[in-house]
């Protein structure tokens, strides 16, 4: 990523901490965006989402943290830059 893509990652990542989401509802998000991106053909499927999730909450990533990743999946999808 360039400079830019981090600033724009950064910026998104900032305004999604302020809507002040759950933990569980970020972490379902992240869950989400990781198996689509990761073509999972089970990708929208809530038992895979729901394992994913639950993956990613017992990891323990930090709230800033699972706004960045979100933040970051979704601004290198819409740069056309996933797989």
């Given at each position: 990523m360039n400079d830019e893509s981090v600033s724009q990652v950064n910026v998104a990542a900032y305004y999604l901490a302020q809507k002040g989401y759950t933990y569980d509802k970020l972490c379902w998000m992240l869950a989400e965006r990781q198996l689509?991106?990761?073509q999972d053909p089970n990708y929208n499927q809530e038992n895979r989402?729901?394992?994913k999730a639950a993956e990613i909450f017992f990891s323990g990533p930090a709230y800033d943290v699972l706004c960045y990743l979100i933040s970051e999946i979704d601004i290198m999808m819409k740069l056309g830059k996933t797989r």
């Amino acid at each position: 990523m360039n400079d830019e893509s981090v600033s724009q990652v950064n910026v998104a990542a900032y305004y999604l901490a302020q809507k002040g989401y759950t933990y569980d509802k970020l972490c379902w998000m992240l869950a989400e965006r990781q198996l689509l991106v990761q073509q999972d053909p089970n990708y929208n499927q809530e038992n895979r989402i729901r394992e994913k999730a639950a993956e990613i909450f017992f990891s323990g990533p930090a709230y800033d943290v699972l706004c960045y990743l979100i933040s970051e999946i979704d601004i290198m999808m819409k740069l056309g830059k996933t797989r």
